[in-house]
């Protein structure tokens, strides 16, 4: 999808990129840029050398430069444009208003749409759903509930839906009475494929008056689908036959979308790397979860008090009990690698073992499980992960990075966009951003595209906007028909703002349109797939609830995450600690950077994180550390909390609430601290039931919410200003901008010593000239 990068080149960049990111803040910087100063100096000696003996010749063999020629690439071109796959109305059948037959299954899902209208005589929409390997489809039909214009003409209108491309049938539309109408389609199994799926429904709607055809009010011809129509799959499962390739299967499914009775467990040590692989599996496991997340997390001695079905077990080989070790078999080699059995329980339940000699390769086996490509490729019960093995992604992913915001159409679709038939007509680019994404300045759009020749150029114009937002336009042009452009950069009110697509219009208006529009003189417009949208992330990070992602998420992994627990977790903490890590980690991708350390083990020197820590004032030293720095302090016994200049707290009430703080890190600048705190195990039992709630975690504002024993919040604001519009103190900006900085220093410095070089040349070639004369 992005450029590669050379071998030795991304050699180079991936060590300069693991210096730069690994270095604490101002000394390494300082230390950097002075062996580099150092380093161009002595460059700059040698060149006066080199220049010393090399003047009279370039003096002798100036000779004038070659010119460069750059040639424009020639757009590719279109035989023909494609139409919509639309049915003769007179010929199409009557909307079908009873439900397809079919034989009852153990499981059914249904995909709803959203809410969408279609206007004008051609348009169409999509809905995509998915069906998991391990279904066993045995049904699907759409159910759409739908109304129309009452000017539609009847005769002369129709609706065809398509899967995955396919035409499969084309109904008629027809005005009844203002009301909504039903229409059933049965989807032929033979078209489902595993994995997306697309239903798109075309529509040909006419419209007609007393006098004739009036086409060309084109808000008038519409079709309405509400968001009670959806797709419906009838399906059985397969066995996983203790096959990984099925993973997350069984552990999670579609027809267990909270995770109700899966528990992820580790050795009752808890060890770092335990609890950090642990914490890798919650966050990719929630993105499967809906609205609420039942998954539990917790030691594997308090397993047995769970109302488990399935279990993931996390642990160092040596923390394992004697019955799990019998379990894996052969224990893992000495060189660090790690394990994956899939097996059963003395009970007969599904359950996953990982484990390793070695406590850091746990986290790698984590990352495979999460790397879908690689799951597939494991068909046997038990998988080795080689320590080390990935790495090479995260070095990939870093080079991504480095190019992260810049596509073609043909990155992100495969293909340029089609717009075909008269008046509006849209188009969207669901961009490959993650959840975490937020535009950043300095981003630009190159739109190329064509369009035919028949157009009323007085009325017609192409507009690009950002979701919903219009960002730019262009009228059209006969003379611009074969190959125009529209230019422009992102404006500066939606900086720092997020979307999920580009929308972009096209408004094809053809004079003197008649009742019926010749094939000849259908209106088209192409955008070309080399069409090219540079929209970079921001790096800056922001302090609130409302943007969920920040700072513990960049480009759709973990940022820099070290998560502090207790030295001895409890099963509440630990929970709590995995309902967290939940919310910041749906969508989570693999090979992010993620550690844990317990309080004691914390030095101040590893404080270049974005921390996330739970517990309580006495148990955990970290937050005892760091009371001073709290928006809500701990009174000096840990048994509640302090008023502060915001809310005055009664003594009891102190004592019994729950509170998420967000502040500005104590340990290193440009970095994140969420502190969960709470008096007792009561208060950090109920904030960990409240974030299991998908509604709830919406429901957080600002930097700082209390949870009240009722379960209810009152959020605060502490931290003055936002990334998107705080001017960051200059140490801030020195530490946000550290690359930009060595890299305009080396730059400049470069051109210093290419300055300097030129200036010797022509005084010694001016030396020289008078010695001639």
Request: hydrophobic share 35%.
């Amino acid at each position: 999808m992005k450029k590669q990068v050379g071998r030795g080149k991304r050699k180079k960049l991936g060590i300069l990129s693991n210096k730069l990111e690994n270095m604490p803040p101002f000394a390494e910087e300082s230390r950097m840029m002075m062996k580099i100063q150092k380093k161009l100096w002595v460059s700059l000696v040698l060149v006066l050398f080199i220049l010393e003996g090399l003047a009279p010749r370039v003096y002798a063999e100036i000779r004038p430069t070659a010119q460069t020629v750059i040639s424009k690439g020639q757009p590719e071109t279109e035989s023909q444009a494609p139409l919509l796959p639309v049915a003769d109305p007179e010929g199409a059948a009557p909307p079908e208003v009873t439900e397809p037959a079919h034989e009852p299954t153990t499981y059914t899902q249904d995909d709803f749409f959203t809410q969408k209208t279609l206007k004008g005589i051609y348009s169409s929409a999509d809905l995509y759903f998915f069906a998991p390997s391990y279904w066993d489809v045995k049904y699907v039909y759409a159910q759409l509930q739908y109304d129309v214009s009452q000017l539609l003409e009847g005769k002369a209108s129709s609706i065809t839906l398509s899967v995955n491309g396919v035409p499969i049938q084309s109904y008629r539309l027809e005005y009844k009475n203002g009301s909504p109408q039903i229409l059933y389609v049965k989807i032929p199994v033979s078209e489902i494929r595993t994995g997306f799926n697309s239903l798109t429904i075309s529509a040909y709607a006419r419209l007609f008056d007393e006098e004739g055809c009036v086409d060309d009010a084109s808000d008038a011809n519409w079709l309405r689908i509400y968001d009670t129509s959806h797709i419906r799959s009838g399906y059985e499962v397969k066995d996983p036959e203790q096959r990984i390739s099925y993973y997350p299967y069984p552990f999670m499914s579609t027809y267990n979308p909270t995770g109700k009775g899966l528990t992820i467990a580790v050795s009752d040590q808890a060890v770092s790397g335990e609890v950090a692989a642990a914490m890798n599996i919650m966050a990719d496991l929630s993105s499967e979860t809906k609205a609420k997340n039942e998954i539990e997390v917790c030691l594997l001695s308090d397993a047995a008090n769970k109302d488990t079905t399935r279990t993931i077990l996390v642990s160092a080989y040596d923390n394992l009990p004697a019955e799990y070790k019998n379990l894996v078999g052969k224990a893992p080699d000495s060189t660090g690698n790690a394990t994956v059995t899939f097996t059963d329980d003395s009970q007969g339940r599904p359950l996953l073992i990982i484990t390793s000699m070695e406590e850091d390769s746990l986290i790698e086996a984590s990352n495979m499980l999460m790397d879908e490509n690689r799951v597939m490729q494991e068909s046997g019960q038990t998988a080795v992960i080689e320590k080390g093995s990935g790495q090479i992604a995260m070095n990939a992913g870093k080079q991504s990075d480095m190019m992260a915001g810049n596509y073609t159409l043909e990155d992100i679709m495969g293909s340029g966009l089609m717009f075909v038939g008269p008046f509006h007509q849209d188009n969207y680019v669901y961009l490959p951003v993650t959840g975490d994404y937020v535009l950043s300045e300095g981003g630009k759009v190159a739109l190329k595209f064509r369009y035919s020749e028949n157009l009323d150029f007085t009325r017609s114009l192409v507009t690009v906007s950002w979701g919903e937002i219009p960002i730019s336009s262009k009228r059209l042009s006969k003379e611009n028909a074969s190959g125009d452009e529209l230019n422009f950069e992102m404006p500066g009110d939606i900086l720092g703002t997020a979307a999920s697509s580009i929308k972009i219009s096209f408004d094809l208006e053809i004079a003197d349109l008649i009742c019926t529009p010749r094939q000849s003189d259908m209106p088209w417009a192409y955008v070309s797939k080399e069409s090219t949208l540079f929209l970079p992330p921001s790096n800056g990070i922001n302090l609130s609830f409302d943007v969920k992602g920040s700072p513990f998420r960049s480009q759709g992994k973990f940022n820099q995450v070290m998560l502090i627990i207790p030295d001895k977790p409890s099963g509440d903490e630990l929970n709590l600690l995995g309902q967290v890590v939940a919310m910041y980690g749906s969508g989570i991708k693999p090979y992010g950077s993620l550690l844990v350390r317990k309080g004691s083990e914390f030095q101040k020197d590893d404080g270049d994180y974005n921390i996330i820590t739970v517990g309580t004032f006495l148990d955990n030293s970290l937050i005892a550390q760091i009371n001073d720095s709290l928006s809500f302090h701990y009174t000096p016994d840990g048994t509640g909390f302090e008023s502060n200049e915001q809310l005055i707290l009664s003594r009891d009430y102190a004592g019994q609430i729950g509170i998420m703080q967000l502040i500005k890190s104590p340990f290193s600048l440009n970095r994140g601290l969420l502190a969960i705190t709470g008096c007792s195990s009561e208060s950090i039992s109920r904030v960990q039931e409240y974030l299991r709630q998908s509604k709830k975690r919406d429901e957080l504002k600002k930097d700082c919410v209390i949870i009240a024993p009722d379960s209810s919040i009152t959020a605060f604001q502490f931290i003055q200003g936002t990334a998107a519009n705080a001017e960051p103190a200059p140490m801030e900006k020195l530490v946000q901008n550290k690359r930009s900085v060595i890299f305009t220093i080396v730059a400049t410095s470069a051109m210093s010593l290419i300055l300097v070089a030129v200036i010797i040349i022509l005084l010694r070639i001016r030396m020289y000239r008078k010695r001639d004369e």
